[in-house]
């Protein structure tokens, strides 16, 4: 199994808290919430979307409303509009729901239809550092690092190099935020249709692609990590997003 070494970035959330402060978003859409660390980090118009919710933190302080919707992405999308809900664009969102990268992809297109093009989307997870780490079962028994037993990213690393090939109009950063890192994606289209229309031609093309045949240091070298000390202060992440 390939292995690189950890990232030494700050922790994604410590990434995000900045977002948040310096961009001051007036709306917040996020998939995958487990137990609320990182939706708690919004304090404006929000809406977590989480078939699992385990909430162990106030996820309310400090803002003026936050819908919870305790189902599947697809279900909430194909039932919800959350421009509708939230009366306005999505200003920031962070997708960190099922890690299987076919999810992640419809996740990415659906949310950006409720988008500005200054919207930044962040996701989570697309830089394993072990190739045994991007198994799609979890559960799975595989031999990793004993420091990295409690990881699992899932196969979502794939949504970098697909956003690269069928939408290059869009900016990506990616940080070498803790543990798994952390991708920022902007000038968004909300009007594109093109990973739609492709779903699934680009299934079928990266259906059985593995990392270990794809090549980790191939994809690190494809992701050009930012690192976290470049997005420190407000000025520094104001070069790079604005809303």
Known sequence: MAIRPDLTGDDYHAVLQRLHRALAPKTY???????GASLQLASCASIAVDPAFDLTVDVTKNKPSCHLFRQ?????????????????????????????????????????????PNTIIAIHDCMPVETALTRRDEHQAVQVAPHHEAWW??????????????????IIHAIDAHPTGLVLVTNLDPLSKVLA??????????????????????????LG???????????????????
């Open 225 to 243: 990590l930012i690192a976290t000390s470049e997005l420190m202060t407000d000025e520094q992440i104001s070069r790079r997003f604005w809303l």
């Open 153 to 170: 990213t899932g196969d979502v690393w794939k949504i970098v190099p697909i956003l690269k090939q069928y939408r290059p109009d869009l």
């Open 72 to 116: 599947t992405s697809d279900a909430f999308f194909s039932a919800e509009s959350p421009r509708e809900i939230l009366r306005a664009e999505v200003d920031f969102a962070f997708l960190d729901g099922l890690h299987l990268f076919e999810c992640l992809l419809r996740d990415f297109f659906h949310t950006e239809r409720h988008c500005k």
């Open 29 to 35: 859409l996020e998939i995958g919430s487990r137990n």
């Open 197 to 222: 229309t492709a779903y699934f031609r680009i299934i079928e093309e990266w259906r059985s692609v593995g990392l270990g045949e794809y090549g980790i240091d191939r994809l690190f070298d494809l």
